[in-house]
């Protein structure tokens, strides 16, 4: 295996990660042989270790703790009730089918039952859920979750539309196909009206 340098790895990186990144980069470089390619010619030298490095940024929401946790250092009291939407919020996912990567957009939108959040804090929820193997539907629906465990609002409702390069450069290879889900609890679950209004908020500007 390669010996590699203090700055081959993520800055502040510690002895552990550094240890797993190393042994991804081995196993990249195996991967390169396997493949019917040389890892030690000039263009794959270090390919292993950025692959390595990219690998565990991709997943680093393994290691972000839990996402309501994320939210809860960024609450605020709140007297009112009108719905609060974040919408087009860039993320980037791995498929735990082919380990390809699928991405996209997502919206989220509650109602406060006496506290908001920092807007921000929304968008650091989507990418520890989508920083991590996921599929879409579980992506969507564990963002609603996070949010209502830490705000413990009235209704919480996510839209994600993605595309994958799992249908994109392989299997049906469909170009122009993407992927829309949906998830909802509370008042968007019995109110189709406050779904509807969400919707139209989130359509294209």
């Known amino acids: 295996m390669n010996s590699y340098q203090e700055d081959d790895f993520p800055e502040g990186a510690t002895p ?52 309501a946790d994320l939210m809860r250092k960024a609450l605020f009291s709140h007297e009112g009730s009108q ?15 082919h ?27 989507v990418n520890a859920v989508a920083r991590r193997l996921q599929v879409q539907e579980r992506l969507t629906a564990e963002i609603c979750k996070a949010v209502e465990e830490a705000l413990h609002p009235l209704g919480v409702i996510a839209t994600c539309r993605a595309s994958h ?26 109110d189709p009206s406050l779904r509807e209004e969400f919707h139209r908020m989130t359509a294209g500007a």
């Open 16 to 67: 552990v990660e550094r240890d797993a990144i190393s042994e991804i980069a081995s196993h990249y470089e195996a991967i390169l042989k396997l493949v019917g390619d040389d890892p030690s010619r000039e263009g794959l030298r270090k390919t292993p270790m950025r692959a390595a490095r990219a690998l565990w940024y991709a997943t680093s929401g393994n290691r972000s703790g839990q996402p």
């Open 83 to 97: 719905m609060v939407v974040v919408r087009d919020i860039e993320f980037y996912s791995l498929c735990e089918h």
């Open 99 to 125: 380990i390809l990567p699928f991405f996209g957009t997502v919206s989220v939108g509650y109602i406060p039952d006496g506290q908001i959040v920092g807007l921000s804090k929304l968008a650091r929820v």
């Open 165 to 190: 390069l799992c249908m994109q450069m392989r299997g049906v290879e469909k170009q122009q196909a993407s992927t829309v889900t949906t998830h909802y609890t509370g008042l968007f679950e019995s």
